[in-house]
């Protein structure tokens, strides 16, 4: 018969048996994937316990190392996505909303489902929303343009580095009617220490601030830094060639214009003088009368054409004199407002007091203000509108001439500034006014761009350095 203390002895034996078996399932249990198992720990302090307590800590270990790779496996797909991008002919546009959407798709950052990119547009310190998800209407309205400074997005702009929040606090300048309580991640993506836009994501309410997600999110901000200045380079390279281009484009015509011009003008002239003489000795119920007026009319716009041919082959380099760009609009302003008023067009002068002098040729600059106005009116529907604004910038001043007209293809926006090129009918233009204009704005050292949207519309923009001023000579 067993004595009590052999009934206590095999009773222990029979529980730490028990508790090694529990070990060795558990031990399985994390070998098939089961990280999430615990063991329990007795207060006996045995030599079990200890077992316990390692495996525990081994488990919680392995947990934590598993989940790592696995983060560390979603950024790697993510940033591998997202440099993918650079190999094909994407739209910045399409590669920021791309990039946008690999962000928010990663469960474990705790992101909302919402978030922006913002690029740096006119070098004013100001950030433009390209690309959003999930914000209403207001909040696109709201935070389309962010001065730097302003708000999370606006600071990360500012400082070059990112703004983190667990909850809206007093650097949330935005705020609209309705507003939940949110956290934000800003990053800045930047280049060169140049800071080119900003990714904006959402956080839930007292979210953590996590080293690893930093990185990850400083990660893809790097390589959309990279994309960015790619395109930029490229377009950059375009832009030269079109330059290049249009170069030699005018430069044939100045070499047509000084070899024919003049053998041109001396017959029209002869022409217009003879039609003139005998229009005057005519009655106007002659019937010669209304032909000598067409030849008088079509010698006057054939010797127009051929003053612009010359205009070409005489450019010269150009005398910088500063002078005030605001007067300069309003006095050809007052030319070209009898033309609006026979058009029935309104002229709306948006003159910013701010613009100060600039510096080039005056009548260049005039002649190219008159010919972005009288194409805006031509554009222009009766009873429309025709805008002429000058806007001060940081280091440039932007001169603007808009219209809700007819507006242009892409493909004929190609064409504008070609030499002959033009949209109007037959004998309503010679298709050199915006070739002189670019001509000019090239000898300056300008720049002159198009916008325009077929049936909505054309603004021409001319961007003047106020570095020209150092050119006076």
């Known amino acids: 018969m067993r004595s009590e203390a052999d009934s206590a002895s095999g009773g222990e034996e029979n529980s730490n048996e028990s508790r090694i078996n529990r070990i060795i399932e558990y031990i399985i249990k994390v070998a098939g994937g089961d990280y999430s198992v615990q063991l329990e720990v007795s207060d006996k302090n045995d030599e079990i316990d200890s077992l316990a307590v390692g495996f525990n800590m ?13 983060k560390d496996m979603d950024i790697q797909g993510v940033l ?71 708000c999370f997005c606006g600071r990360a702009a500012l400082t070059g580095e990112v703004q983190f929040a667990d909850c809206i606090d007093e650097r949330h300048d935005v705020k609209y009617e309705g507003m939940n309580n949110h956290g934000h991640y800003c990053i800045p993506i930047v280049s060169s220490g140049r800071v080119l836009g900003v990714i904006n994501t959402y956080l ?3 979210h953590k601030l996590g080293e690893k997600e930093e990185q990850f999110l400083k990660a893809v901000a790097d390589i959309l830094a990279k994309i960015i200045e790619n395109k930029n380079i490229e377009k950059e390279k375009e832009k030269l060639q079109e330059k290049l281009f249009q170069s030699e484009k005018m430069s044939a015509i100045g070499k047509l214009a000084s070899g024919v011009a003049h053998e041109i003008n001396n017959p029209l002239t002869v022409i217009l003088g003879y039609s003139q003489i005998v229009l005057k000795r005519l009655k106007e119920d002659n019937e010669f009368y209304k032909p000598l007026k067409m030849i008088e009319k079509e010698t006057v ?88 604004r000058t806007k001060h910038f940081k280091d440039f001043a932007l001169l603007e001439v808009e219209d809700k007209g007819s507006g242009i293809s892409e493909e004929i926006k190609k064409q504008v500034f070609e030499p002959f090129f033009t949209t109007k009918e037959v004998g309503k233009g010679t298709g050199l006014g915006l070739s002189l204009s670019f001509e000019i704005i090239k000898k300056h050292g300008f720049e002159i761009t198009l916008e325009s949207e077929k049936n909505k519309g054309s603004k021409f923009m001319v961007k003047i350095p106020y570095s020209s001023l150092k050119n006076i000579c």
């Open 301 to 388: 716009r054939s010797k127009i054409l051929v003053e612009q041919l010359l205009q070409f082959s005489r450019m010269q380099k150009v005398v910088f004199i500063p002078f005030d760009l605001n007067k300069a609009v309003e006095e050809i302003i007052q030319i070209v407002i009898s033309k609006c008023k026979v058009s029935n067009i309104e002229l709306i002068p948006e003159l910013d007091a701010g613009v100060g002098l600039i510096s080039g040729s005056k009548n260049q600059i005039q002649q190219v203000i008159t010919n972005l106005c009288n194409n805006a009116i031509d554009a222009s529907n009766e009873g429309g509108k025709v805008w002429v």
């Open 80 to 150: 591998n996505n997202i440099l993918s991008l650079q190999i094909k002919d994407n739209s910045i546009e399409y590669i920021l909303e791309y990039s946008l959407k690999q962000i928010l798709s990663i469960a474990w950052l705790s992101l909302e489902s919402k978030g922006a990119v913002f690029l740096v547009e006119n070098e004013n310190d100001t950030l433009v929303m390209k690309v959003q998800n999930g914000f209403s209407s207001s909040i696109q309205d709201i935070c389309a343009e962010v001065k730097f400074g302003q």
């Open 58 to 70: 081994m488990a919680e270990d392995i947990k934590n190392n598993v989940e790592n790779i696995k």
């Open 204 to 206: 839930k309410i007292g």
